[in-house]
């Protein structure tokens, strides 16, 4: 019996001991791999549906602003129309008027005309700053968030102007328009037809003013310069494109000037000075019109409003007063 069980412990270390040989492989034939024809091409049509879209829309967009930018420069700089009449040079430079090279397109939606020679106005940059139409993206936003065309005039007053800063603004524009650092800090809100018995200036509900005080406002809206815009019957036009009218002539900061006597008494070069940090100018900032008659009326009476502030601000006299205030 002890020898059948030796055997049988012998023969299973047997088994499990000994490595048992793996069958050979098979041999398999010739593999053949073929790719499933694509059936669905909708991603790359819409693809390239987009793509094509994008590259017409530059054209056309372009093409567009082109047209827009070219037809209100010839209605307001052509012979004998407001800007002609106003500026002995329109361009920037002497040869631009004659050869017609007067306007400048800094983008496909953005251009400029300057203008320069006249009375207190040292330069005039006028500003299109069109929609962009030559962006699809751009484009379909504005279906959901809708913009128009602007229209911006920025006259450059000279250092001899008046410390005097003044806001005009439709209600919808005042928000934005006082976040300029002059107007935020130097003014505040004025009811101008009770300040000075104006009946014919509009309410404030229709065009919300900011001054540094009463006086000063007296000063700048004494004469009839502003009624060529403001009067019931062209502010009826006016006012559905009319967006603010900033006036800032703050002269030559105090800080500027204490920069100037600090570099003087160590003398540096006072050329090598970054100058005063405020700008004189007056800004005007208006929705574009439609292309017709009517909107080039529009735009002249928006010219001369402002051209007329500059005028007003050029011969102002503030009482002494209202002077040490602006300096306070």
Same mark, same amino acid.
């Given at each position: 019996?002890?020898?059948?069980?030796?055997?049988?412990?012998?023969?299973?270390?047997?088994?499990?001991?000994?490595?048992?040989?793996?069958?050979?492989?098979?041999?398999?034939?010739?593999?053949?791999?073929?790719?499933?024809?694509?059936?669905? $091409?909708?991603?790359?049509? %819409?693809?390239?549906?987009?793509? #094509?879209?994008?590259?017409?829309?530059?054209?056309?967009?372009?093409?567009?602003?082109?047209?827009?930018?070219?037809?209100?420069?010839?209605?307001?700089?052509?012979?004998?129309?407001?800007?002609? %009449?106003?500026? #002995?040079?329109?361009?920037?430079?002497?040869?631009?008027?004659?050869d017609g090279a007067i306007l400048l397109r800094e983008?496909?939606?953005?251009?400029?005309?300057?203008?320069?020679?006249?009375?207190?106005?040292?330069?005039?940059?006028?500003?299109?700053?069109?929609?962009?139409?030559?962006?699809?993206?751009?484009?379909? $936003?504005?279906?959901?968030?809708?913009?128009?065309?602007?229209?911006?005039?920025?006259?450059?007053?000279?250092?001899?102007?008046?410390?005097?800063?003044?806001?005009?603004?439709?209600?919808?524009?005042?928000?934005?328009?006082?976040?300029?650092?002059?107007?935020?800090?130097?003014?505040?809100?004025?009811?101008?037809?009770?300040?000075?018995?104006?009946?014919?200036?509009?309410?404030?509900?229709?065009?919300?003013?900011?001054?540094?005080?009463?006086?000063?406002?007296?000063?700048?809206?004494?004469?009839?310069? $502003?009624? %060529?815009?403001?009067?019931?019957?062209?502010?009826?036009?006016?006012?559905?494109?009319?967006?603010?009218?900033?006036?800032?002539?703050?002269?030559?900061?105090?800080?500027?000037?204490?920069?100037?006597?600090?570099?003087?008494q160590s003398g540096g070069d006072a050329a090598s000075?970054?100058?005063?940090?405020?700008?004189?100018e007056i800004v005007l900032t208006m929705h574009l019109?439609?292309?017709?008659?009517?909107?080039?009326?529009?735009?002249?009476?928006?010219?001369?409003?402002?051209?007329?502030?500059?005028?007003?601000?050029?011969?102002?006299?503030?009482?002494?007063?209202?002077?040490?205030?602006?300096? #306070?």
């Open positions: 019996m002890l020898v059948s069980f030796a055997v049988y412990v012998a023969a299973s270390d047997d088994i499990f001991l000994t490595k048992q040989p793996s069958a050979a492989p098979k041999p398999q034939g010739n593999l053949t791999v073929r790719l499933k024809p694509h059936e669905d $091409w909708t991603r790359e049509i %819409c693809l390239g549906i987009f793509l #094509a879209a994008y590259a017409i829309n530059i054209y056309l967009g372009r093409r567009l602003n082109q047209h827009l930018a070219l037809w209100w420069t010839t209605q307001i700089a052509q012979a004998g129309g407001i800007l002609d %009449c106003n500026f #002995a040079q329109l361009g920037p430079r002497p040869s631009a008027q004659a983008s496909m939606s953005l251009y400029k005309l300057y203008a320069t020679g006249r009375r207190h106005v040292t330069s005039a940059e006028f500003v299109l700053a069109l929609r962009q139409r030559q962006d699809l993206l751009a484009v379909l $936003w504005a279906l959901l968030a809708p913009s128009s065309d602007v229209f911006e005039i920025r006259l450059r007053l000279p250092e001899s102007s008046p410390p005097l800063v003044a806001l005009l603004a439709r209600p919808a524009a005042q928000r934005s328009a006082a976040q300029a650092p002059e107007v935020k800090e130097l003014t505040k809100s004025i009811d101008v037809p009770k300040l000075q018995g104006l009946s014919d200036f509009p309410s404030a509900d229709q065009l919300v003013v900011r001054g540094e005080s009463g006086a000063s406002l007296s000063t700048l809206l004494d004469g009839s310069w $502003w009624r %060529c815009a403001l009067a019931p019957a062209p502010w009826a036009l006016l006012s559905r494109h009319f967006r603010s009218l900033k006036i800032s002539g703050q002269g030559l900061s105090k800080e500027a000037v204490a920069e100037a006597l600090s570099l003087a000075s970054p100058g005063p940090s405020a700008v004189n019109p439609p292309m017709n008659e009517q909107g080039v009326g529009i735009v002249a009476s928006a010219l001369r409003l402002a051209l007329g502030a500059a005028d007003a601000l050029g011969v102002a006299q503030l009482s002494p007063e209202a002077a040490r205030r602006a300096q #306070a």
